[in-house]
């Protein structure tokens, strides 16, 4: 990370922020987000379980993750249940300026490191299965590809990973 960059808990005031990193999503190639999600909706779930993060750079946020909590993505049988507890990632953005530099993968690997320390043995997560940068951005740490759902008029490949 750079000198002025910084990963906290979004906090009330970080909301107007996030919902325009949002929108700056949506409509992006593989990007399954609909006008209402995610929205103010989804942000007070996230801001309630303290479970949104974002990257700050010179007082900005240019990222955010969040620990999601989705009792669907839990039932799904696809789960080693030798890995449980685990957590699931879900809505990582990064505004689309600062793409391609890593960022992502910082944030991932915070929110990896966040389900850690909250005593989770694994981290899943789905993702469009046409959405081949993202899809390159998971092999870089390991995940194995452990299933398909459709879920959310969408398909999915079902990602997990021990954490070490």
């Known amino acids: 990370m750079k000198l002025d960059q910084k990963i906290i808990l979004a906090t009330e005031q ?39 993060y974002v990257m700050k750079q010179e007082g900005k946020i240019v990222a955010a993750i969040s620990l999601e909590e989705d009792q669907e993505v839990e039932k799904l049988s696809c789960w080693d249940p030798e ?47 046409y959405n081949e940068k993202a899809i390159r951005s998971y092999a870089v740490f390991g995940f194995r590809v452990v299933g398909q759902c459709s879920m959310y008029e969408q398909e999915f490949l079902c990602y997990e990973m021990e954490l070490d």
Request: proline content about 5%.
């Open 14 to 52: 970080d909301r107007e922020e996030i919902l325009k990193l949002y929108q700056e999503q949506k409509g992006r190639e593989f990007c399954p987000w609909t006008e209402e999600y995610p929205g103010n909706e989804t942000i007070d779930f996230d801001l309630s379980r303290d479970a949104l």
């Open 83 to 129: 890995l449980a507890p685990g957590g699931e990632l879900a809505r990582l953005a990064v505004t689309p300026a600062m793409q391609n530099q890593g960022i992502g993968r910082i944030m991932l690997r915070f929110g990896m490191d966040e389900w850690k320390r909250r005593g989770c043995r694994s981290i899943h997560f789905l993702v469009n299965r």
